[in-house]
């Protein structure tokens, strides 16, 4: 059908441009008589009896002649072309005689040699007895060209439109009435010349197609592509197959129709789309001529492709064609079109939709033409995948059951007692039987005398009601060795449904037997002290709570925590840490009692479970026992360590009715051992929990207050020995609705424990880095801003937030530092080291805060890219009276000098501590005596006015 209406479409387009070229010439010439009727037309004047003569210089430029030089007969005579002479000489004899002539049209011949046509007239006068001719002329040679392309072009127009054989006629945009109708359409609907002009073209249609009363089908049913039924005047239904194009025809907007009668064409289509669907083939037909493809419902069906998914062209097929099969196959097709052959086969692979090839076998039909040359190929695939698998199965069965590590077994379900009719190698190598030892027995001597099994009962229930069993027995070897086996039994019946065989398969799952009693020892102990884990020592606890309440024998939780467990791991590494978490294990089970278990819950964290302390000794007894086995040193490497640990404890039934109480107050108790100096041990009490709501209550009003932005951010300036102002560090306040200005140490440490110090710490970040404008704007561009990062901030998301705000804010190198403590960094140098370069790519810059306070390695320390380091305000608070603290300054500044880093003093209070560190060679000071932390509105007009100078302490 698309071949059709492409047809139609070929033919109709000269139509469609001829009317397009008629339209414009009929335009044209309307434009050129217009401009002829204001152009200027030339006059003349010639005197008969003197021979004088007078032209316009309108006249003068048609003839292309320099009215300088005059003009008279002889030489108009002489510019007539000189076939029309003739005409001019005849014409001119009978004006001067008097006689009434009409627009004579002649050519002249410019001196350049242009020809052009004029149109001229005139008329004899006589005036004061003298004969005269008026007249007027005008150039008329582009309205006479397109009058002659106008001419030739309806007459194209009546051969390709009115004698053309396809059924054509045109109707107007406005109505949908027919205003052109060629010979060919009245032929196909029966009608005499004439008589179709004026109807509407809706009336063409049959009468399911006509439609609604008061609306026009024209504008949806008469277009191209489209495939109508429509009738003849006497009655007869034709399907008509539309190319149509909308144009203008007399000067209104009309559309063009040029009709196929496919009426034959789609009974046949209809025929062999019936038979295509009556087979399972996927059947095709190739156009050879126009490289078009038609694929049958089957295909679709059979490949998985929607409709519109292929191509339907050789090349949309020999795209589904596996790439190894293209060349071979596409070879052999074009042997068979160039040689004759009246049919080709051929097997191949075709892809499918979901990407997976089908195995086809593929049989075509060629119809040639009169000379044998290839005009199109019908055929049929056909999926050949499930049959060829189905072979290859058949021919790997065997193999696959001969070769396989599994045993197989198949009994004879006819014969009475089951006998064994075939075994593989693998159920010879498995049992150590010989096929021709185990033919004809029942198989239950694998069992031998270990009848008593639950696998062999579902055995015998599957043999009795005939269905498959998947099952775990213990069997045993030729040589008496017992091996675990999972069976899978199954019945096979034959084509008739009726029960012959029973075939088993073994596998020898011991080792995995073996493995999954590790496993269940790993599901309940820690894999690496060996202890119980969380779960088996919350079962042990409970069986001890059961003990106590039978036999009123009491019971006891006791939670070890290692102290500074963390800074082993970070500066001997993990492996050392682990092998002081075994050291621990071992000495703690030194000494607790066989009644007693002690298990590690994970990290540092340890718990002992003491049964019928009421009987023997009390918990407290056992405690000390494990703080003297824990405090003597360790040997970690070369290097003696002495350890601590915290430790809570809680009583049952005094401290907790349930297991899951008593661990919590166990835990609560560690945790107050820990925030009352660490290494000892804290018995539980009730007003351990008010603390622990208490904190629950503190994160609950902390994330309140981040939700309503109750935090605000104050800036505390940093000066040199010369008293100008470098930096300001930026300092978290919470504006608390009831208790007013609360300093970080009220609520830092919560915020830390419950995480969201993250998303205050990004806050505190985005405030203060957006006081950089500000400072630049009060001429005060080179001051930086300095911003403590917690450990939980410093990540691969602390430099996407800074990278966003110095691209936003735009700011410069230096403007933004990190105040980083010796923890942060020392948790995981390494990483530490790739995420600083990064940020200080981005010209952030680093200060080491507080150090001094924790862990440093110096090998690390000059790795980092930092700039400052902080001296912690606990030793600046009396280094004046403190000759250990003043020893401590000291070393640090030397340190930091030899480093090339600048030092800064926190904690400044007064003179003399400022006398003291500027003497020492301290870079920068920070403290209430040069200046409290304020709001940034308050501090910016001292800095400002100052010019970030600070004015001194005073006297």
């Avoid at 560090?729 to 200005?741: D, I, N, Q």
């Avoid at 806050?763 to 001429?779: F, K, M, N, S, T």
Wanted: aromatic share 6%; net charge negative.
């Amino acid at each position: 059908m698309a071949t059709a209406v492409s047809g139609l479409g070929h033919r109709t387009r000269r139509v469609r441009i001829l009317l397009r070229q008629l339209a414009g010439l009929r335009r044209r010439v309307q434009r050129l008589k217009k401009v002829e009727r204001l152009a200027g037309i030339g006059e003349y004047v010639w005197n008969v009896d003197t021979g004088a003569m007078w032209w316009s210089p309108a006249t003068y430029r048609i003839f292309g002649m320099d009215p300088a030089r005059g003009i008279d007969m002889d030489r108009v005579i002489a510019a007539v072309h000189p076939e029309d002479r003739r005409i001019a000489i005849a014409s001119i004899a009978a004006v001067v005689a008097g006689e009434h002539r009409p627009e004579v049209s002649v050519r002249i011949v410019r001196p350049g040699g242009d020809v052009r046509r004029i149109v001229t007239t005139g008329e004899r006068v006589v005036q004061q007895g003298e004969r005269r001719v008026i007249g007027f002329m005008k150039d008329v040679t582009e309205l006479d060209a397109m009058r002659s392309r106008l001419r030739e072009a309806e007459a194209q127009y009546r051969v390709l439109f009115d004698d053309n054989p396809v059924p054509m006629w045109i109707f107007d945009h406005a109505g949908g009435v027919l205003v052109a109708v060629n010979a060919a359409a009245e032929r196909l609907f029966d009608y005499g010349p004439g008589e179709m002009a004026g109807r509407p073209v809706d009336s063409l249609l049959a009468e399911e197609e006509q439609p609604p009363e008061g609306s026009a089908a024209w504008n949806s049913r008469w277009r191209s592509g489209a495939v109508v039924t429509s009738k003849s005047r006497d009655g007869r239904r034709m399907r008509l197959a539309l190319s149509v194009h909308d144009t203008m025809f007399n000067g209104r907007a009309a559309r063009l129709v040029g009709a196929q009668d496919v009426t034959d064409r789609e009974r046949s289509e209809e025929r062999f789309a019936l038979i295509a669907r009556a087979t399972s083939d996927a059947v095709y037909d190739l156009d050879l001529e126009t490289g078009t493809m038609w694929w049958s419902d089957s295909f679709y069906t059979m490949f998985g492709y929607p409709r519109g998914a292929v191509e339907l062209s050789l090349s949309g097929w020999s795209m589904l064609v596996h790439p190894d099969d293209l060349d071979r196959v596409t070879a052999n097709l074009e042997r068979a079109l160039a040689s004759g052959a009246s049919e080709w086969r051929e097997s191949y692979r075709l892809r499918r939709r979901d990407g997976r090839y089908a195995q086809v076998s593929e049989r075509g039909f060629i119809a040639r033409g009169p000379r044998g040359h290839a005009l199109r190929i019908v055929g049929g695939v056909v999926d050949e995948t499930e049959r060829r698998q189905q072979e290859a199965e058949l021919r790997l069965l065997r193999r696959a059951v001969e070769s396989a590590d599994n045993g197989v077994i198949i009994a004879d379900a006819r014969a009475p007692d089951l006998p064994v009719v075939y075994v593989n190698p693998a159920f010879e190598h498995m049992t150590g039987y010989t096929r021709e030892e185990i033919g004809g027995r029942n198989c239950r001597f694998l069992q031998r005398d270990d009848r008593d099994q639950a696998g062999l009962d579902a055995i015998r229930r599957g043999i009795r009601e005939a269905h498959e069993v998947r099952t775990l027995l213990r069997n045993y070897r030729k040589d008496g060795s017992l091996f675990w086996n999972e069976v899978y039994m199954a019945p096979v019946r034959d084509e008739r449904g009726a029960l012959t065989h029973f075939v088993g398969i073994l596998h020898d799952v011991s080792e995995r037997h073996r493995y999954e009693e590790q496993l269940a020892h790993r599901a309940t102990h820690d894999e690496l002290t060996g202890l119980p884990n969380r779960v088996l020592i919350e079962d042990r606890l409970q069986q001890a709570l059961h003990a106590s309440d039978r036999y009123g024998t009491g019971a006891a939780v006791v939670f070890i925590d290692l102290d500074d467990f963390k800074i082993v791991n970070d500066s001997l590494g993990h492996d050392t840490g682990d092998l002081l978490l075994k050291e621990v294990a071992r000495r703690l089970l030194a000494v607790v009692r066989e009644t007693d278990s002690v298990g590690r819950f994970g990290g540092d964290e340890f718990v002992a479970v003491l049964s019928s302390p009421q009987h023997s000794e009390r918990p407290s007894e056992v405690i000390r026992r494990m703080m003297d086995a824990l405090a003597q040193p360790v040997m970690l490497g070369d290097v003696q360590h002495a350890i601590t640990a915290s430790i809570g404890y809680g009583c049952y039934p005094e401290h907790g009715g349930d297991v899951q109480t008593l661990l919590r107050h166990a835990d609560l108790a560690m945790y107050q051992a820990k925030v009352t100096g660490r290494n000892r041990a804290v018995v539980y009490r009730d007003e351990f929990d008010a603390h622990a709501s208490q904190r629950l209550q503190l994160v609950s009003h902390l994330r309140e207050a981040l939700e309503k932005g109750e935090f605000d951010v104050m800036f505390q300036p940093q000066y040199d020995a010369d008293g100008r102002a470098q930096g300001l560090e930026a300092l978290v306040r919470w504006k608390h609705p009831a208790r007013g200005m609360l300093p970080p140490a009220e609520f830092i440490g919560a915020c830390e424990d419950s995480g969201l110090i993250v998303e205050l710490g990004r806050r505190v970040l985005e405030q203060a880095a957006a006081h950089h404008r500000r400072l630049v704007d009060a001429g005060l561009p080179g001051l930086r801003i300095a911003v403590n990062v917690s450990a939980a901030q410093f990540n691969d998301d602390l430099y996407l937030d800074i990278e966003h705000l110095v691209r936003t804010l735009e700011l410069p190198r230096g403007a933004l530092e990190l105040e980083l403590t010796e923890s942060v960094v020392m948790h995981c140098p390494e990483r530490a080291i790739e995420l600083m370069q990064r940020l200080d790519a981005l010209g952030v810059g680093f200060t080491i805060d507080d150090f001094g306070t924790g862990y440093s390695s110096l090998a690390y320390l000059k790795r980092f890219p930092i700039r400052r380091l902080k001296i912690d305000r606990s030793f600046v608070q009396d280094l004046d009276r403190n000759a250990q603290d003043a020893a401590i300054c000291q070393s640090i500044i030397g340190l930091a000098r030899s480093l090339g880093i600048a030092t800064v003093a926190e904690g400044v209070e007064t003179v003399q501590q400022e006398r003291w560190l500027l003497e020492n060679g301290c870079n920068e000071l920070q403290g209430f005596l040069l200046g409290p932390p304020q709001p940034f509105e308050e501090l910016l007009p001292g800095l400002v006015a100052g010019n970030g100078v600070h004015p001194g302490p005073g006297p």
